[in-house]
């Protein structure tokens, strides 16, 4: 993946960098991201709406990893960000992002959030529901302040890793459906209004998608249905946004296009719907998460205990899991691994490698093709940039790990690793009066 290599000493190398001192120097577990990738992956994507000539915003999904740090990063890339909650925007504001090229998403987004959104007039905001309309009307009038939205909409298109279906109406708790009529009523009740200026519509149809033609199904619905507006109603929605899902390769099972494959597809797919129905082509956006910052992030563990179950399996447990990794335990996740520390030496045995956390289930690595390993060895798994530290939990009071970024043969912590008194911090304790701590 990326600017991986492997350095005269038989170590695993990110971005010039040799791991195995990194995690001498930042502990273990250890997130560790190639931003180099990152950078590469974002601009793919631009240069591809670029070549094509289409107006575009590439946001980044921070779900995937949120941080100020990657912000910072997003931004000097010129992406646009997705966030989802207020605990999101506010690392946004707090990084400096642009807030025209903010988004928010949501399907339940308290007046808190939506207040915030106002104050720090960001770009525009996901309108996933009618309660959502009402709040938003009321916020803006109140305010007597614009705000740019986008209706979400469900096109009846579930796409899965390696297919997809396409039914009437999708059992989806975001966004307003697009074949019951929920979708015209939402446009009926926004698109007139003073203060909500309503721009376009919005659809993400899954994740870990490896088919084009989910996407393509499903531009050209929402495109149809912007077109049927316009005639109907004489307005023009100007902007389509597609979401993310770009499927991206965790083992060698996985075989996903380059990203940009499916944007082109995507594009010419709007481009052709529009000549068809006489729309002027509108602008694109997507919304990658995992296809920006998923296999920049690699994260490294140290190798300790083992057990065998005799004629079954080998256990090697590490000091992290499902407390940072959680995907494998939640969704059967699989990974890829080497031991960082001799990555030359031949994969000649299998592991099934194991969290620390009192859980059956937390197993990172079903079956682990490795060397002979040994306590003390760093273990590199990699592709888990994406939904890894961000759905980090404290089970077990288990600290989340730091994380650094490499580039160009430099590391930098970009966040640090939990301490416990981190763990304890917003603790008041319960005993009598005069000996609380
Ligand atoms: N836009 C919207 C509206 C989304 O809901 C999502 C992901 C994305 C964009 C980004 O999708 P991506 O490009 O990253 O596939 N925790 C799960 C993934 C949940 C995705 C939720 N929405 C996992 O670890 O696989």
Redesign the pocket.
Known sequence: YGTQSINELGHLTIGGVDTVDLAAQYGTPLFVYDIALFRERAQAFQKTFENEQVGYQVAY?S??FSGIAIYQVASQEGLSL?VVSGGELFTAIQSGFPRAKIHF?GNNKSQEEIDMAFDEQIGCIVVDNFYEIELLKKTAEQRKQKMNILLRVTPGIEAHTHDYITTGQEDSKFGFDLGNGQADAAFKETFEHGYLNLIGLHC?IG??IFDTAAFQMASEKLLLKMAAWRNDFAYTCTVLNL????GIRYTEEDVPLEPAVYVQDMIRTVKAASSQVQFPVPEIWI?????LIGDAGTTLYTIGSMKEVPGTRRYAAVDGGMSDNI?PAL?G?KYSSLIANRAEEQASELYTIAGKCCESGDKLIEEAQLPEVRAGDILAVFCTG??GYS?ASNYNRITRPAVVFVESGQHQLVIRRESFEDLVKNEIGYLQEGTRR
């Open positions: 999904a779900k995937a997705d998403h993400h994740s870990q979401g993310g899902g770009f919304e990658p998460g995992r296809s995907r969704y996740a994406a939904y759905m």
